[in-house]
């Protein structure tokens, strides 16, 4: 969807936003939400120091370039920094016109304890809302959403006991849209099959990325048919397609990291950025309205956006082709389906190691 002039758009609001920012942003409708966001979006879980220390007042800096920068979803949850990411958010947000963005949060995930990791059940779903709420400031958001939903001891609890919870949530007006979150791409459709609960959104992660771009086989029964939109989620593989590679817990199995390795080790032969390449590649796929990307840094945003302004050289170009043939293509889009939950019921045993992402 082109925007030749920001002021059209039902989250612009004159005297806030930064008109040619937002003439510059690219935006869609979000399935049958009504909501039309941002191709890049902003995901907060930076903001909790999720993935190193961070500055609050940068990332109150941050939140403001976003959005005034035409960014105008932002996604959150209780999870992240076990509620510093919305309390951070909440002070960003202080004097931002409400409607100026969309903002999601999300339900059942919660704390490092893997004994009190998840929690599924409707009264803390409830809960977790009102709890949520009290720290953003907000009398709503936009979009309410079970997080993860892969590791309920069942999906059948997510279908009849968090999602009716939610709708109760919607009904009271504490939130307009439902959606799901995970990685497992086959459980959406199953739980959206099942759901008693009009499921709105979806958000999806590292399947919509130059080593696993299975997302697409997924939409045209997910988004053109049963009209629900898709969120998706961490364009490079949460660290996989980028030089520094991905963090010591990172799920991945090895012969995948060792792909990504050697094609950004190519991309720095061609003086390329893998990272870039990567941005380009996903907000480029067909059918997929927002991108979340998080950052709580001021120059990893610039960079964000400029994947949106900017387009790539003919090098680039050609360094991004020769990479997804190469490298990626063999991989087939190879998951690590199964790999967390799995290391997750081992934690709660007692025998598992490692980190949960």
């Not at 999602?163 to 959206?192: C, E, H, M």
């Not at 990325?209 to 048919?225: G, T, Y």
């Not at 941005?279 to 949106?308: C, E, I, K, W, Y």
């Amino acid at each position: 969807m082109a925007v030749t002039d920001g002021r059209l758009l039902p989250t612009f609001v004159e005297g806030f936003h930064d008109v040619e920012a937002v003439g510059r942003m690219k935006y869609a409708v979000l399935g049958n939400t009504g909501l039309t966001v941002s191709q890049l979006s902003f995901g907060a879980s930076s903001l909790g120091s999720v993935f190193h220390d961070t500055d609050e007042a940068e990332s109150i800096q941050v939140v403001h370039k976003a959005l005034k920068s035409g960014i105008n979803y932002i996604d959150t949850a209780p999870w992240y920094g076990h509620g510093k990411s919305e309390t951070v958010l909440s002070k960003a947000l202080q004097g931002v016109p409400r409607q100026a963005y969309y903002l999601s949060t999300k339900v059942c995930r919660y704390e490092a304890d893997v004994h009190k990791m998840f929690d599924f059940s409707a009264e803390r779903t409830l809960r977790s809302v009102d709890e949520s709420l009290a720290r953003l400031g907000l009398s709503y958001v936009d979009i309410i959403q079970v997080h993860d939903m892969e590791f309920a001891p069942s999906l059948d609890i997510v279908v009849n006991e968090t999602l009716p919870a939610l709708q109760k949530v919607k009904d009271s007006g504490k939130a307009k849209f439902i959606g799901i979150t995970g990685y497992p791409l086959g459980n959406f459709r199953k739980v959206i099959e099942q759901s008693p609960v009009k499921i709105d959104t979806i958000l999806t992660y590292c399947h919509g990325s130059m080593n696993d771009n299975s997302l697409q086989d997924e939409l045209p029964i997910l988004s053109r048919k049963r009209g629900v939109g898709v969120i998706n989620a961490s364009p490079i593989s949460m660290g996989l397609l980028s030089h520094r590679g991905p963090p010591a817990w990172h799920p991945a199995t090895q012969d995948i990291k060792e792909v990504c390795r050697q094609a950004a080790e190519y991309c720095k032969s061609k003086g390329a950025d893998i990272s870039r390449l990567a941005m380009h590649f996903t907000l480029n796929q067909p059918g997929v309205p927002t991108t979340l990307v998080s950052t709580a840094s001021q120059a990893n945003l610039d960079r964000n956006l400029r994947a949106v302004y900017e387009e790539l050289t003919s090098e680039e170009k050609e360094t991004l082709e020769y990479i997804c043939e190469r490298y990626f293509k063999p991989l087939n889009n190879k998951t690590w389906e199964g790999v967390e939950v799995e290391n997750y019921n081992k934690q709660k045993k007692g025998t598992g190691t490692g980190t949960l992402g």
